[in-house]
Nanobody
Framework: QEQLVQSGGGSVQPGGSLTLSCETSAYTHRSVAWFRQASGKEREHVASVQAYSGTTDYNDSVKGRFTISRDSPKTTLYLQMNDLKPDDSAMYYC???????????????????WGSGSQVTVSS
């Protein structure tokens, strides 16, 4: 089964920053996303970008604090996380779709290829 390679994550104090990376060289023309899952909670959409248009979507709870981006060759997907809060603590996953457009970018089922996860812990 295909799996994306993630890096980054770790522990940080509230107000701190972290950057997550995801190798997507095999998926340069596909839409990609970041999801997260906190202990005891369902997996939720964090941010996504449509490959065909560059349109981004963000979870309301991270707007203005998180930024999803890809490098020019679209080989690496990033999630820059600023002003982190304890509620941001979760396992973060990158995901790739099968095409450059997904009709429901906020749904985990739109992305069949996943990374193994990166733990982010925000605490004082």
């Amino acid at each position: 089964q295909e799996q994306l390679v993630q890096s980054g994550g770790g522990s940080v104090q509230p107000g701190g920053s972290l950057t997550l990376s995801c190798e997507t060289s095999a998926y340069t023309h596909r839409s990609v996303a970041w999801f997260r899952q906190a202990s005891g909670k369902e997996r939720e959409h964090v941010a996504s970008v449509q490959a065909y248009s560059g349109t981004t979507d963000y979870n309301d709870s991270v707007k203005g604090r998180f930024t999803i981006s890809r490098d020019s060759p679209k080989t690496t997907l990033y999630l820059q996380m600023n002003d982190l809060k304890p509620d941001d603590s979760a396992m973060y996953y990158c995901a790739a779709a099968l095409s450059g457009f997904v009709s429901r970018p906020l749904r985990a089922t739109s992305y069949p290829v996943w990374g193994s996860g990166s733990q982010v812990t925000v605490s004082s």
